[in-house]
């Protein structure tokens, strides 16, 4: 487990007892960080846009990589020889952890960014038709899916990463094979208002939320299972139990 504070110190925990393993310091504000799947190596990413790769057991450092830029968002891709860093105004980057170099820059500015559950693949979309997806190895780009002229407003994985899931600007939901960037189904083209973000519920669902109100979708059938409409106020967020 990883926090960091504002004068530049990350610190690495015991998840299960609370121990502190490493007091990271840094120049600047850490911004960001992950931690490896084979929780050995922490990343960082400080103000400036330089991001630091850590051995947790020893406090080393291992591998520096300059952005150049702040970075707002970093991931670990599988399995652990790439890094995705995201400025959020300016194109993803995927870098390799054996040299430290980019590998490429995924097109796409002010969209959207998700990874795949298995770490494997990424995919984008932003304010132009269509979303895509790419190798996170290779970065090579692997699907273009389309509706129409329709942008991305979200995007999110179900069923353990085997379908893909679109939120479009007109309000549609499309599902996709991951795999082969089949098309299965789409819905939800009748709503009231358009809705801007899209959650994944186990159990093959997905909720789709605008400010005002969220709208439960069997993701198989396309069918409206639940109207989720607050007396007042305002929904800011949607979270699901484990078992949906």
């Known amino acids: 487990l990883g926090t960091s504070t504002t004068r530049g110190l990350a610190v690495v925990w015991d998840a299960v007892s609370g121990r502190i393993l490493q007091q990271l310091r840094h120049p600047e504000h850490v911004v960001c960080k992950a931690v490896f799947g084979d929780g050995e190596r922490v990343l960082t990413c400080h103000d400036g846009g330089a991001c630091v790769v850590w051995s947790v057991a020893s406090g080393d450092r ?9 970075v707002t968002s970093v991931a670990v891709l599988f399995p652990g020889d790439r890094l995705l860093t995201w400025p959020g105004d300016d194109e993803p980057e995927i870098w390799s952890t054996s040299t430290g170099l980019r590998v490429c820059r995924i097109p796409n500015i002010w969209g959207v960014i998700r990874i795949s559950p298995d770490g494997r693949r990424v995919v984008s979309g932003d304010y132009s038709p269509g979303a895509f997806v790419w190798d996170a190895s290779s970065c090579e780009q692997l699907h273009e899916l389309r509706h ?45 208002s358009v809705p801007h973000w899209l959650f994944p519920v186990p159990g093959g669902r997905v909720v789709t939320l605008t400010s005002h109100d969220a709208v439960v979708w069997n993701a198989t059938s396309g069918e409206r299972l639940l109207d989720l409409r607050p007396a007042n106020g305002f929904i800011c967020g949607v979270a699901a139990s484990p078992d949906g």
């Open 148 to 192: 129409g002229e329709d942008e991305v407003e979200d995007v999110g994985y179900l069923d353990g990463g085997k379908v893909l899931a679109v939120l479009w600007t007109s309000g549609s939901v499309q599902t996709w094979h991951s795999a082969t960037g089949q098309g299965l189904h789409i819905f939800g083209e009748a709503a009231a």
């Open 62 to 70: 291992l591998l520096g990589i300059d952005a150049g830029r702040t």
